[in-house]
């Protein structure tokens, strides 16, 4: 049986249907069902333009993002999927802060979907630093299916480990 480190603190019950999908080799096809095709958006430009594009539409209220961009230096392995970072600076006698995102590259050929639930998470970062409860509330607000995107993510990565890229 393989350990499955993306759905750790998942019930047994689903664990154990994932790993029957994995076992039978049905977890690319079920991807590939429900996820047809990676999303367009390849470059850091369309990346800032897109990500920019939800927070405008949701946290307006919000500082702006000064940076964008895929990062291959984000490593999967350790949890994070994207980065939320705050910059400060001193500029003369002023403390000038940016908000910087950075999403991990193997989300370059990602289905949308999944992309945009990333995107929503570090989004929320800007309002709510910490994973708690008000936290997990604005990211539902932002993205209504975010707890079945957060899954969906798992498994997705689940099958870049066992079987490689989907796409």
């Known amino acids: 049986m393989q350990e499955l480190q ?4 998942y019930p ?3 664990t154990a249907q994932v ?6 080799g049905k977890l690319p096809a079920l991807l590939l069902q429900k996820y047809p095709s990676p ?3 390849r ?3 369309a990346l800032y333009e897109y990500v920019t594009a939800i927070k405008n539409s949701s946290i307006q209220k919000s500082q702006p993002l000064s940076k964008v961009l895929y990062d291959a230096k984000i ?3 350790y949890q994070a999927l994207g980065v939320h970072k705050i910059i400060s600076r001193v500029q003369g006698n002023k403390l000038k802060s940016k908000n910087e995102i950075r999403i991990s590259s193997a989300f370059r050929n990602a289905p949308e979907p999944l992309l945009r639930m990333i995107v929503v998470h570090e989004l929320a ?3 709510e630093r910490e994973h708690n409860k008000a936290f997990y509330k604005l990211c539902k607000h932002i993205e209504p299916q975010y707890h ?3 899954f969906d993510m798992r498994l997705y990565l689940t099958q870049l480990d066992i079987f490689g890229p989907l796409y």
């Open 19 to 24: 790993q029957h999908l994995i076992e039978k």
């Open 125 to 127: 970062h800007i309002k």
């Open 75 to 77: 490593k999967m392995h």
């Open 43 to 45: 470059t850091d430009k």
């Open 12 to 14: 047994n019950d689903i």
């Open 39 to 41: 999303h367009e958006i």
């Open 6 to 9: 993306y759905l750790q603190g």
């Open 148 to 150: 079945q995107l957060e």
